[in-house]
């Protein structure tokens, strides 16, 4: 089992540590090899994606991502910016469906900014269509409008597409995944206006026929918003396209308190997969040790789960990570009156150490 380990910038060095010692506990055969990517290889190669970096990513089971980027890249020609890097992974790696899993955790119910009751055992999966749409979609550019509302000005412009074996396999990932859950799917799209996603329901609603035992509704994406924050708990599997995944998988995150909670899986077709947390190298709390690397770890978890075929070492680090919030430690970014404020280290210790527990456990009862 080959796992690339790619930290990237700012808190991405601090949360993949902990999810490395994690990792180590399990005293699974991994082999693991760290390099760089993001601002910390443009530094280094010139490149936020060196091909070196990308070698080791290609030839691996698994790669486990901290997070890239810092806003003094934000001058660099877009092809040199870190979040390339992120981009230039997904695209080379086959990297098509995202899974973005929103659970709320019974101890942290409080740290949403949600009424208790709205988000009580919520357990949406998103599922984000991630090598497509007006992310990839070209012509792209500036140019010199010849037709619109003002011919000869200045004007920007993307490409929204999506070719149709692009909607049916997520599609059939999104009906798959629907089928170990609750099997219901919502196809969120905005058919009303654009052509793209009218193209796109029709095909989630002929691959649907497949699976008759999956109920499948469509949302158009303002509405899907709208009810994200209203009654969150309706849904279960949301699929949806990159862009407007994108945008409804951070909401989503908020609705389970911190975006430092949410991991995430990005597969292929073979199952090779990246993993990482959702959320950016936050510059702003960057070195100062207080990042919550719980994302990063069940992210870990997921990793184990999705590519390298060991769902029980999956289990059992989501299950010592729910020990350590029962145990009221909590990092800043989900700290409530009464719990423990801890670092970045401290939570990785706490983590390592209910995991050890449990793995001792397993071992005197045999
Ligand atoms: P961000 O996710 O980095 O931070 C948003 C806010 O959440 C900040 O206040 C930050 O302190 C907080 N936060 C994020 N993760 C946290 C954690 N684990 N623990 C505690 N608090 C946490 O988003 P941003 O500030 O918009 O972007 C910062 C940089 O990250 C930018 O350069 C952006 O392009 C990049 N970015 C990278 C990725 C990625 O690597 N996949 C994703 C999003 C943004």
Not at 47 to 54: E, F, G, Q
Not at 86 to 97: H, P, Q, V, W
Not at 127 to 154: C, K, M, N, Q, S
Not at 279 to 295: E, T, Y
Request: with cysteine; net charge negative; aromatic share 6%.
């Amino acid at each position: 089992m080959k796992i690339a380990v790619l930290p990237g910038d700012g808190i991405g060095t601090e949360i993949v540590a902990e999810a490395i010692r994690v990792l180590d506990v399990l005293d699974l055969p991994f082999e693991m090899e760290t390099a760089l990517v993001g601002g910390a290889a443009y530094e280094a190669h010139g490149h936020p994606l060196p091909d070196s970096t990308l070698k080791l990513a290609k030839d691996s089971d698994a790669v486990l991502f901290g997070a890239v980027g810092d806003w003094k890249y934000d001058k660099l020609d877009r092809p040199l910016r870190p979040e390339q890097a992120i981009l230039g992974l997904r695209k080379n790696l086959g990297l098509f469906a995202n899974f973005r899993p929103a659970i709320c955790y019974e101890e942290l119910v409080d740290a949403s900014s949600l009424k208790p009751e709205l988000i009580s055992g919520l357990d949406i999966l998103i599922i984000r269509e991630l090598t497509g749409d007006i992310y990839f979609g070209a012509p792209r550019g500036r140019r010199i409008a010849v037709d619109g509302h003002f011919p000869g000005a200045e004007e920007a412009f993307d490409t929204m597409r999506y070719s149709r074996p692009e909607v049916e396999r997520i599609a059939h990932v999104a009906f798959q995944a629907a089928r170990k859950r609750s099997k219901r799917v919502t196809s969120v799209d905005k058919a009303n206006v654009l052509e793209t996603f009218q193209f796109w329901k029709d095909i989630v609603t002929e691959v649907g026929k497949e699976y008759p035992d999956v109920a499948l509704d469509h949302m158009y994406v303002d509405n899907a918003a709208m009810q994200l924050v209203k009654a969150p708990k309706m849904f279960d599997v949301i699929v949806t396209g990159n862009m407007f995944g994108d945008i409804l998988s951070d909401e989503a995150a908020m609705l389970t308190g911190s975006i430092g909670m949410l991991p995430s899986a990005s597969l292929n077709a073979s199952n090779q997969g990246l993993y990482e947390p959702s959320h950016g190298s936050a510059p702003d709390i960057a070195g100062q040790g207080v990042a919550n690397p719980l994302a990063t770890i069940v992210s870990a978890a997921m990793m184990l789960r999705f590519s390298l075929n060991q769902p029980e070492a999956a289990d059992r680090i989501e299950s010592a990570v729910k020990s350590v919030l029962a145990s009221g430690l909590r990092t800043g970014d989900i700290w409530s009156e009464g719990t423990k404020r801890v670092g970045t280290r401290a939570m990785g210790d706490a983590v390592v150490a209910a995991l050890s527990s449990s793995i001792t456990k397993k071992t005197i009862t045999g």
